[in-house]
């Protein structure tokens, strides 16, 4: 659209600049931050903080810790937590699991089923993942000022709440 709000079929900038290539841009910048600060952190576990800054570690790794909660949860649980096929989550708790952040327990409920949970490394991790957040959504409020990182922050809520 131009000025006048008439449609102009050689301005292709809104390609570029659409609020949904915008929030993704966000959101790959966030992770990235969260994941350089892994790699340094003292708090991290040393092998995994070795991965973050080798770029072993990436955003699957980061839906991992974000989606499996305390108490632990199926592959199938936690694949549509996070939004995978369970096939690729299977792998990447393949991958989590021989790295020591989790680990396949018994389900209490189905003798059947098994349960991903953190092991004691895994919670060292997701601590020193709650300080990487921490940090990095102070870098953004510092970057974009308290009033507007507040307005982003409800606003982005009600919109992934979908109301």
Same mark, same amino acid.
């Given at each position: 659209?131009?000025?006048?709000?008439?449609?102009?079929?050689?301005?292709?900038?809104?390609?570029?600049?659409?609020?949904?290539?915008?929030?993704?841009?966000?959101?790959?910048?966030?992770?990235?931050?969260?994941?350089?600060?892994?790699?340094?952190?003292?708090?991290?576990?040393?092998?995994?903080?070795?991965?973050?800054?080798?770029?072993?570690?990436?955003?699957?790794?980061?839906?991992?810790?974000?989606?499996?909660?305390?108490?632990?949860?199926?592959?199938?649980?936690?694949?549509?937590?996070? /939004?995978?096929?369970?096939?690729?989550?299977?792998?990447?708790?393949?991958?989590?699991?021989?790295? /020591?952040?989790?680990?396949?327990?018994?389900?209490?409920?189905?003798?059947?089923?098994?349960?991903?949970?953190?092991?004691?490394?895994?919670?060292?991790?997701?601590?020193?993942?709650?300080?990487?957040?921490?940090?990095?959504?102070?870098?953004?409020?510092?970057?974009?000022?308290?009033?507007?990182?507040?307005?982003?922050?409800?606003?982005?809520?009600?919109?992934?709440?979908? /109301?």
């Amino acid at each position: 659209m131009d000025d006048t709000g008439a449609h102009n079929p050689q301005d292709d900038r809104w390609r570029q600049m659409h609020l949904g290539r915008l929030m993704g841009h966000a959101l790959r910048r966030f992770d990235t931050r969260v994941l350089a600060l892994m790699a340094a952190s003292s708090q991290a576990p040393l092998a995994l903080s070795h991965l973050a800054a080798r770029d072993k570690v990436g955003a699957a790794h980061v839906h991992l810790t974000r989606h499996l909660p305390l108490a632990g949860a199926r592959l199938t649980e936690l694949a549509q937590a996070a /939004g995978m096929s369970k096939q690729a989550m299977g792998d990447l708790v393949d991958q989590c699991e021989a790295w /020591g952040l989790v680990a396949r327990t018994a389900d209490p409920h189905d003798a059947r089923a098994r349960r991903i949970v953190f092991t004691p490394l895994g919670l060292d991790w997701l601590a020193a993942f709650r300080a990487a957040v921490a940090q990095a959504e102070d870098e953004f409020r510092a970057a974009v000022g308290a009033e507007v990182a507040t307005v982003v922050a409800l606003g982005l809520e009600i919109y992934a709440g979908g /109301g």
